[in-house]
């Protein structure tokens, strides 16, 4: 049984589906993205109730706003999550 850490979780960018992922315990959970030209749509966050509570959202969502800059992409965070997200951590502003 593989345990996460606050540091590692095993995300994986799931390009056909249009998303970033993780499944721990059989449990996957996910943000998912529209790609408009230079653009990344984040539009869900989806954790599982069973993975609620471990950060998981917060991680998934650091992955995708770090995908973005790599990629010299911008950001529309129609997901009211990742909208937080980004106001909470202002290093992210300017991928918006």
Known sequence: ?????????????????????????????????????????YDHTIVPQELGGRGIGSKLVKHALDYAREHDKKVVPQCSFVSSYISKHPEYKDLV
């Open 1 to 41: 049984m593989s345990t996460t850490s606050n540091q590692d979780l095993d995300i994986t960018h799931n390009e056909q589906a249009d998303r970033f992922e993780t499944t721990i315990e059989g449990q996957t959970g996910y943000i998912s993205y529209q790609e408009r030209g230079d653009t990344l749509v």
